[in-house]
Protein backbone atom coordinates (compact mmCIF):
# COMPACT_ATOMS: atom_id res chain seq x y z
CA UNK A 1 0.00 0.00 0.00
CA UNK A 2 1.58 3.38 -1.04
CA UNK A 3 0.96 6.74 1.16
CA UNK A 4 -1.64 8.11 -2.17
CA UNK A 5 -4.34 5.61 -1.31
CA UNK A 6 -3.15 5.35 2.55
CA UNK A 7 -4.40 9.63 2.67
CA UNK A 8 -7.46 8.62 0.19
CA UNK A 9 -8.49 5.83 2.58
CA UNK A 10 -8.16 8.58 5.60
CA UNK A 11 -9.89 10.86 3.69
CA UNK A 12 -13.38 8.35 2.90
CA UNK A 13 -13.06 7.20 6.57
CA UNK A 14 -13.54 10.61 8.54
CA UNK A 15 -16.07 11.89 5.21
CA UNK A 16 -17.64 8.73 6.41
CA UNK A 17 -17.73 9.62 9.80
CA UNK A 18 -18.74 13.03 8.62
CA UNK A 19 -21.39 12.32 7.03
CA UNK A 20 -22.59 10.22 9.88
CA UNK A 21 -22.15 13.21 12.20
CA UNK A 22 -24.31 15.17 9.61
CA UNK A 23 -26.72 12.39 9.80
CA UNK A 24 -27.58 12.35 13.35
CA UNK A 25 -27.42 16.34 13.63
CA UNK A 26 -30.30 16.00 10.95
CA UNK A 27 -32.17 14.00 12.70
CA UNK A 28 -31.79 15.32 16.01
CA UNK A 29 -32.64 18.86 15.16
CA UNK A 30 -35.94 17.27 13.23
CA UNK A 31 -37.14 15.13 16.31
CA UNK A 32 -36.30 18.25 18.20
CA UNK A 33 -38.85 20.52 15.91
CA UNK A 34 -41.60 18.02 15.77
CA UNK A 35 -41.66 17.60 19.47
CA UNK A 36 -41.77 21.17 19.75
CA UNK A 37 -44.30 21.51 17.01
CA UNK A 38 -46.48 18.84 19.09
CA UNK A 39 -46.04 20.65 22.66
CA UNK A 40 -47.28 23.80 20.95
CA UNK A 41 -50.18 22.14 19.61
CA UNK A 42 -50.84 21.01 23.11
CA UNK A 43 -50.59 24.35 24.55
CA UNK A 44 -52.69 25.61 21.93
CA UNK A 45 -55.59 23.31 22.24
CA UNK A 46 -55.38 24.22 26.23
CA UNK A 47 -55.22 28.06 25.29
CA UNK A 48 -58.53 27.52 23.55
CA UNK A 49 -60.27 25.40 26.25
CA UNK A 50 -59.37 28.44 28.68
CA UNK A 51 -60.88 30.94 26.16
CA UNK A 52 -64.44 29.00 25.65
CA UNK A 53 -64.46 28.56 29.65
CA UNK A 54 -63.88 32.18 29.63
CA UNK A 55 -66.66 33.33 27.29
CA UNK A 56 -68.86 31.00 29.01
CA UNK A 57 -67.68 32.88 32.82
CA UNK A 58 -68.22 36.48 30.72
CA UNK A 59 -71.61 35.70 29.25
CA UNK A 60 -73.00 34.27 32.66
CA UNK A 61 -72.18 37.04 34.27
CA UNK A 62 -73.54 39.62 31.84
CA UNK A 63 -77.03 37.65 31.66
CA UNK A 64 -77.48 38.98 35.12
CA UNK A 65 -76.00 42.05 34.83
CA UNK A 66 -78.55 42.92 31.76
CA UNK A 67 -81.39 41.02 34.03
CA UNK A 68 -81.03 43.45 37.05
CA UNK A 69 -80.89 46.34 34.10
CA UNK A 70 -84.30 45.04 33.37
CA UNK A 71 -85.11 45.91 37.15
CA UNK A 72 -84.39 49.48 36.81
CA UNK A 73 -85.31 50.72 33.19
CA UNK A 74 -88.35 51.88 32.57
CA UNK A 75 -88.55 52.82 28.70
CA UNK A 76 -90.01 50.19 27.20
CA UNK A 77 -87.38 50.23 24.17
CA UNK A 78 -84.73 50.23 26.70
CA UNK A 79 -86.27 47.22 28.52
CA UNK A 80 -87.04 45.57 25.11
CA UNK A 81 -83.87 46.15 24.41
CA UNK A 82 -81.98 45.04 27.51
CA UNK A 83 -83.84 41.69 27.20
CA UNK A 84 -82.78 41.05 23.31
CA UNK A 85 -79.31 41.25 24.88
CA UNK A 86 -80.05 38.87 27.77
CA UNK A 87 -81.61 36.51 25.46
CA UNK A 88 -78.61 36.49 22.91
CA UNK A 89 -76.38 35.33 25.31
CA UNK A 90 -77.99 31.96 25.53
CA UNK A 91 -76.54 31.42 22.15
CA UNK A 92 -73.14 32.60 23.25
CA UNK A 93 -73.37 29.97 25.90
CA UNK A 94 -74.44 27.24 23.90
CA UNK A 95 -71.71 28.03 21.22
CA UNK A 96 -68.81 27.87 23.77
CA UNK A 97 -70.04 24.85 24.62
CA UNK A 98 -70.31 23.39 21.35
CA UNK A 99 -66.65 23.73 20.31
CA UNK A 100 -65.62 22.65 23.94
CA UNK A 101 -67.80 19.52 22.87
CA UNK A 102 -65.47 19.67 19.36
CA UNK A 103 -62.32 19.56 21.36
CA UNK A 104 -60.40 16.85 22.78
CA UNK A 105 -61.77 16.88 26.44
CA UNK A 106 -60.08 14.90 29.44
CA UNK A 107 -62.74 12.93 30.98
CA UNK A 108 -62.28 15.73 34.13
CA UNK A 109 -62.92 18.67 31.77
CA UNK A 110 -65.70 16.49 29.89
CA UNK A 111 -67.64 16.16 33.96
CA UNK A 112 -66.58 19.46 34.53
CA UNK A 113 -68.45 20.71 31.56
CA UNK A 114 -71.59 18.42 31.69
CA UNK A 115 -72.39 19.58 36.04
CA UNK A 116 -71.70 23.01 34.97
CA UNK A 117 -74.28 23.21 31.56
CA UNK A 118 -76.93 21.32 33.70
CA UNK A 119 -76.45 24.27 36.48
CA UNK A 120 -76.71 26.81 33.10
CA UNK A 121 -79.51 25.40 32.09
CA UNK A 122 -81.36 25.45 35.41
CA UNK A 123 -80.52 28.97 35.92
CA UNK A 124 -81.73 29.89 32.58
CA UNK A 125 -85.37 28.47 33.20
CA UNK A 126 -85.38 30.55 36.30
CA UNK A 127 -83.92 33.37 34.91
CA UNK A 128 -86.11 33.18 32.06
CA UNK A 129 -89.60 33.31 34.63
CA UNK A 130 -88.21 36.34 35.64
CA UNK A 131 -87.52 38.44 32.97
CA UNK A 132 -91.07 37.36 31.82
CA UNK A 133 -92.66 38.83 35.20
CA UNK A 134 -90.78 41.95 34.81
CA UNK A 135 -91.58 42.25 31.43
CA UNK A 136 -95.07 41.95 32.38
CA UNK A 137 -94.51 44.60 35.20
CA UNK A 138 -95.31 42.15 38.06
CA UNK A 139 -92.24 43.87 39.85
CA UNK A 140 -93.26 42.59 42.96
CA UNK A 141 -93.71 39.27 42.50
CA UNK A 142 -90.33 39.26 40.30
CA UNK A 143 -88.58 40.26 43.57
CA UNK A 144 -89.87 37.55 45.47
CA UNK A 145 -88.93 35.09 42.85
CA UNK A 146 -85.50 36.36 42.55
CA UNK A 147 -85.16 35.65 46.58
CA UNK A 148 -86.33 32.64 46.21
CA UNK A 149 -85.13 30.99 43.16
CA UNK A 150 -82.83 33.12 41.36
CA UNK A 151 -80.38 34.08 43.68
CA UNK A 152 -79.38 30.35 45.18
CA UNK A 153 -79.25 29.21 41.36
CA UNK A 154 -76.94 32.36 40.13
CA UNK A 155 -74.45 31.41 42.85
CA UNK A 156 -74.66 27.81 42.52
CA UNK A 157 -74.21 28.17 38.37
CA UNK A 158 -71.13 31.17 39.36
CA UNK A 159 -69.28 28.95 41.55
CA UNK A 160 -69.00 25.94 39.09
CA UNK A 161 -68.11 28.26 35.99
CA UNK A 162 -65.78 30.24 38.04
CA UNK A 163 -64.10 26.23 39.29
CA UNK A 164 -63.61 25.26 35.57
CA UNK A 165 -62.15 28.37 34.63
CA UNK A 166 -59.64 27.88 37.44
CA UNK A 167 -59.33 24.12 36.46
CA UNK A 168 -58.58 25.01 32.84
CA UNK A 169 -55.85 27.82 33.94
CA UNK A 170 -54.32 25.47 35.80
CA UNK A 171 -54.47 22.46 33.29
CA UNK A 172 -52.65 24.92 30.72
CA UNK A 173 -50.16 25.83 33.69
CA UNK A 174 -49.22 22.77 33.85
CA UNK A 175 -49.18 21.77 30.14
CA UNK A 176 -46.89 24.54 29.65
CA UNK A 177 -44.57 23.09 32.32
CA UNK A 178 -44.28 19.88 30.89
CA UNK A 179 -43.80 20.97 27.42
CA UNK A 180 -40.87 22.83 28.66
CA UNK A 181 -39.81 20.08 30.91
CA UNK A 182 -40.19 17.52 28.17
CA UNK A 183 -38.48 19.50 25.47
CA UNK A 184 -35.41 20.55 27.71
CA UNK A 185 -35.10 16.82 28.12
CA UNK A 186 -35.15 16.14 24.52
CA UNK A 187 -32.28 18.72 24.12
CA UNK A 188 -29.89 17.53 26.72
CA UNK A 189 -30.57 13.77 25.24
CA UNK A 190 -29.71 14.89 21.80
CA UNK A 191 -26.58 17.33 23.06
CA UNK A 192 -25.14 14.34 25.37
CA UNK A 193 -26.03 11.71 21.99
CA UNK A 194 -24.19 14.57 20.09
CA UNK A 195 -21.45 14.81 22.36
CA UNK A 196 -20.93 10.84 22.77
CA UNK A 197 -21.15 10.69 18.71
CA UNK A 198 -18.56 13.19 18.12
CA UNK A 199 -16.49 12.02 20.38
CA UNK A 200 -16.61 8.44 19.08
CA UNK A 201 -15.83 9.71 16.08
CA UNK A 202 -12.68 11.84 16.43
CA UNK A 203 -11.63 8.56 18.27
CA UNK A 204 -12.26 6.22 15.34
CA UNK A 205 -10.64 8.85 13.10
CA UNK A 206 -7.78 8.85 15.53
CA UNK A 207 -7.50 5.33 15.76
CA UNK A 208 -7.97 5.06 11.67
CA UNK A 209 -4.94 7.18 11.30
CA UNK A 210 -2.62 5.33 13.60
CA UNK A 211 -3.02 2.09 11.97
CA UNK A 212 -2.60 3.73 8.31
CA UNK A 213 0.45 5.41 10.39
CA UNK A 214 1.38 1.63 11.60
CA UNK A 215 1.10 0.12 8.54
CA UNK A 216 3.00 2.61 6.14
CA UNK A 217 5.98 2.04 9.08
CA UNK A 218 5.89 -1.55 8.64
CA UNK A 219 6.19 -1.27 4.45
CA UNK A 220 9.06 0.76 5.17
CA UNK A 221 10.65 -0.85 7.30
CA UNK A 222 9.83 -4.12 5.02
CA UNK A 223 11.15 -2.36 1.83
CA UNK A 224 14.21 -1.27 4.32
CA UNK A 225 15.26 -4.67 4.82
CA UNK A 226 14.46 -5.97 1.40
CA UNK A 227 17.03 -3.30 0.10
CA UNK A 228 19.32 -4.08 2.74
Known amino acids: MNQPNSKISLAIGFGTILVLLLALTHTA ?10 LEKVIKEHYVKTEQVSILEEAFHDQILKLQQLFTVTDPLVRKQAYSEFS ?9 RSRLLQMNLTLAEQTKLKHTFVLIEQTAKVQQQLAQL ?10 AWQREQVFSAQNATHEAVSEFVTFERSATHQAEQQALQVYEEAYLFMSILGGLVLILGGGLTWIFFQRINNFENQLIQLKAAMEA
Do not use: C, F, N
Open 29 to 38: LSQLATTRTY
Open 88 to 96: ALDKVLLTA
Open 134 to 143: LLDHQIPEAQ
